[in-house]
């Protein structure tokens, strides 16, 4: 077997393309996003520029914010609440990680609800555990976009989220639950990891390690979302960018699998735009 690659950027450019027509008639007034970096992590900047080039082309006016590595707590909330209260900022989010010693629940706290578009403050997390509408996660919301654009059968598959965080795996989790799928949970932490992802039907990979999911972790014509954004090391691709999924094993075995680059990601990125502007309509304008 082939697996069909998942082509997460043509969605996305869709995606980024129909915000662009909402947003055209209203270039005088345009929904605003905040983004806050604390400290100089590289990858950080990186993932902070691409977000601020995506508002641009979709007509969302952008607002950075940078804070240096030596900022406190209070220093940060200060800024956060200064943007809470701005009447041109619809959405606020602040880049993780924090830097360590940071208190980063704290931080979030601080977000107005309804101005949390990465939708990782308490109020809009248990919105979603409870099922009520509210911002949900870019990542994850991303992976069930891209689950139901490719007519992924969710509806009593059994889906396998390797990965808890906050970000991705509890909410994502949450999500393929309300979609009647049935979930297994697994980290770093599991014992027999191989054990667990091989019963998956759909396989999400979010734990931040190079190319671990290989071929024979994988049932033959399963789904596989690779969330993991790696720098490869070593060897001749060394500074490109790999997966947490083996891509030239698992194509073999996988009936769809998502590239990295080019998969998840630029879906994350299409969610934002998209929780930004539903952040503007909702408020006041
Ligand atoms: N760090 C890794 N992913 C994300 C994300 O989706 N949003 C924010 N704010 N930080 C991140």
């Known amino acids: ?149 490719g007519n992924v059968p969710l509806a009593g598959a059994h889906a396998v989220v390797l990965g808890r965080s906050l970000i991705v795996g509890k909410p994502l989790a949450t999500l393929l639950l309300a979609a009647d799928a049935s979930v297994t949970v697994c980290h770093s932490r599991s014992a027999d990891i191989g054990a667990l992802t091989r019963l998956a039907d759909i396989l999400v990979v979010a734990v931040g390690r190079a190319r671990m999911i290989t071929a024979d972790m994988v049932k033959p014509g399963a789904t596989v979302i690779d969330v993991g954004i790696n720098r490869v090391q070593q060897g001749a691709l060394a500074g490109s960018l790999c997966g947490d999924v083996d891509f030239e094993s698992v194509r073999r075995v996988a009936a769809r699998l998502t590239p990295v680059p080019g998969g998840v990601g630029p879906m994350t990125i299409a969610m934002l735009l998209r929780n930004t502007v539903d952040a503007w309509h909702r408020q006041a304008r």
């Open 1 to 149: 077997m082939t697996a069909e690659i998942m082509n997460g950027s043509g969605l996305a450019a869709k995606l980024r393309e129909d915000l662009r027509t909402e947003l055209a008639p209203f270039q005088a007034s345009p929904p605003g996003l905040a983004v806050v970096l604390v400290g100089a992590d590289p990858a950080s900047a990186v993932y902070v520029k691409h977000k601020i080039r995506a508002c641009e082309e979709v007509g969302i006016r952008s607002i950075h914010v940078s804070l240096p590595a030596t900022a406190t707590q209070e220093q940060i909330a200060a800024e956060i609440r200064r943007l809470n209260a701005a009447r041109d900022v619809h959405g606020i989010l602040v880049q993780l990680p924090l830097p360590s010693g940071m208190d980063t629940l704290a931080a979030l706290a601080e977000i107005d609800p309804v101005k949390d578009v990465d939708g990782f403050g308490a109020l809009n997390q248990g919105r979603l555990v409870s099922g009520l509408p509210g911002f949900r996660p870019c990542t994850p919301a991303g992976v069930m976009h891209m689950l139901q654009a």
